[in-house]
């Protein structure tokens, strides 16, 4: 009775496993589970060419939340940023201490903290001939600054990729103050600060007083 069984289940596999045919998929009950209506992203399908679903996207596509750079990657065009590229940021409190946290992270091995052109890699020789903010025949100015970081220059390295276009600007800001530092000239100040010292001027209202007031100062002063 035992053997019989057992003779009975060996034939059973057998047939079921011969039948079964693995070249081939087996019944779908509800197949769009399986094969989804939609093409899929790396699908091979005969209505692409090369019967290939990923394809290059149609020409002048840009990637969501890209910016579009005018500027190619040239002599000339980064002379023409340098020019007529402005920051388009505002100075704040904000961009400024994320510019200089940024310019900390990425820049400064290499440019140094002051923006001197002696970063650590500069001292240790890793790498040569990198600039001060502050030479003259630079012309550094906020379009150039945004421009080298979107392409690099020679040794220099891109950081398109790495940073986005705000981050760029505030760099962009950093640097620039980095520049009047070293050369002792005025640095960007946050508006609110600017609004801040306007506001001890004499406003518009006071205005019939105005030619008075600093006739009685000028008095006062020639008393003293
Ligand atoms: C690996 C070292 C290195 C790092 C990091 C680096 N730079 Fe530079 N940078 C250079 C060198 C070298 C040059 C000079 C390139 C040349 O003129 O051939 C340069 C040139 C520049 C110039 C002058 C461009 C001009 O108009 O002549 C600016 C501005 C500048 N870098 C900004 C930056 C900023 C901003 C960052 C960070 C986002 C940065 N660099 C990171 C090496 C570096």
């Not at 035992?2 to 034939?11: G, R, V």
């Not at 002048?60 to 980064?78: E, F, M």
Request: hydrophobic share 30%; charged share 25%.
């Amino acid at each position: 009775m035992k053997n019989i069984s057992l003779a009975i289940a060996a034939i059973a596999s057998l047939t079921l496993v011969s039948c079964f045919d693995t070249a081939k998929p087996n019944y779908q009950y509800m197949p769009n589970m399986y094969e989804p209506v939609g093409y899929e992203t790396y699908g091979e399908y005969g209505i692409f060419p090369n019967d290939q679903a990923a394809m290059l996207p149609a020409e002048g596509s840009i990637p969501r939340g890209w910016q579009p750079y005018d500027y190619k990657n040239t002599t000339a065009d980064l002379e023409l940023a340098k020019d007529e590229l402005m920051n388009p940021l505002p100075v704040t409190e904000e961009n400024l201490a994320k510019g200089k946290e940024l310019y900390d992270i990425y820049c400064g091995v290499c440019h140094g903290d002051k923006g001197d052109g002696q970063g650590i890699l500069m001292k240790n020789e890793v790498f040569l001939g990198i600039p001060s903010y502050a030479d003259p025949g630079r012309k550094i100015t906020d379009g150039g600054v945004y421009h080298v970081q979107m392409y690099g220059l020679n040794s220099m390295g891109s950081y398109a990729s790495q940073t986005s276009e705000e981050e760029r600007w505030q760099i962009t800001h950093h640097v620039m103050n980095l520049k009047a530092a070293l050369l002792g000239e005025p640095e960007r100040v946050p508006m609110a600060d600017v609004a801040e010292a306007l506001s001890y001027l004499p406003s518009n209202d006071t205005e019939g007083e105005e030619g008075e007031e600093p006739h009685d100062e000028e008095h006062e002063d020639n008393n003293h």
